[in-house]
């Protein structure tokens, strides 16, 4: 495959520059995407860029994705318009009794939603913020639990999007006969080190046993000192208008409780479709708080357009990371950095290797799935030419999915985890990004000692 070679680098260290010097992840994709399209059109970069914007929105993934949040900010929206999620929050927190609880509860809400990421992200965050509120929990820790349960929980659980998108790619592929793809992924769970470490450590450092670190340090001390929850600068970035008092003092935690049990319970029926699912549960909210008089059916209309409004800086983001993508594909990253690490391919340095590789290659192009229908092609053959186990390798490409989704401030699930969470994209990726780059580091050795 050709490429550019360390030149395909300059457009991700210019995204990571610019976020970090300004904290504006939208401009700061844009910044590098432009850079990239100069690198691959140097004689009409415009219309390269203009061209690339356009492939992006004609891309079918991110049709759906916009589909899928749009109405996600609908159905959240209208639970906390009426008091739903409020409700659900006073009655949960009748039986916690401290911060390391109201944390240890939020990760234990992520394990039961594990069928798809954007679902966890955006239901427990919209549940739970009101007791942790009370608890003084910084909105960054509130964002990094939430994500941590999200992707990584996604990925241990044989049913869920996560597991039939990655047995299907196996199958596609032939490294699994037509429905064996599913038990060729499970038995490459017990060797998704990353996925199995963040989600410890996230109840770890939630109910205290690990220290929070840097940033998240100062983000803590802030909200129980101050009682500031959300990030000094950043505007209340919920997903949320004013709460409708009348219907409040009517709304019951059942309110909330059914439309997010349809919503889990649609999607696992109707084949692990989040989009059908969300059209069901938006579609019974609506019903539910027409039928229960909690609002007007023109109130509710309008609060659901409203909930789409939430949702355009989050999409803006996912928009920019794909275009960074297209750039990307088009330097050939991902051929120049497996070119790269090939000789090192021995098969005990292998899984390691693979992991290490693809997370930079997950982080850089913030593609978690599309991505490794590119690199199983190439590191799958080369595992089986040296002999390496297939499913510890296997286990290694795709706990660097999940690192990727989970650390990569331009992914879709970190944005909607700092979204729902009410904090900013950057200041979420930044407090996560310590505990992230850990569990890596501990995933790394991990693979070095199996393999």
Known sequence: MEHFGAVSLIPTAVVLAVAIATRRPVESLIAGAIVGFVILAPSDPLTAFTDGMVAVMQNETVGWIILVCALFGSLITLLVRVGAAGRFGDAASEHIRSRGGALAVTWLLGLVVFIDDYLNVLAVSSSVKRFTDRHRVSREMLAYVVDSTAAPVCILVPISTWAAFFAG????????????????????????????????????????????????????RRARETGQVVPPGIEEAALEGDIDAAAAERAHPWHFVLPIVTLVAATWLLDLDILKGVVVALCLTLAMVVGTRLLRVGAALDTAMAGVLTMIVPLATVFGGFLLKEVNDGLGLTAYLIETVEPLMTPRLLPAVTFLTMSFVAFATASFWGIFAVAIPIVLPLADSVGAEMPLVIGALISASAFGSHACFYGDSTVLAARGAGCGVVEHALTQLPYALFAAALAAGGFLVLA
């Open 169 to 220: 790619l196996l199958e596609d592929t032939g490294w699994a006969e037509p429905g064996r793809g599913l038990a060729l992924y499970a038995d490459a769970i017990p060797y998704m080190l990353y996925a199995w470490i963040a989600v410890a450590m996230a109840v770890l450092v939630g109910i205290g046993l690990v220290p929070a670190l840097g940033p998240m340090r100062k983000a803590e």
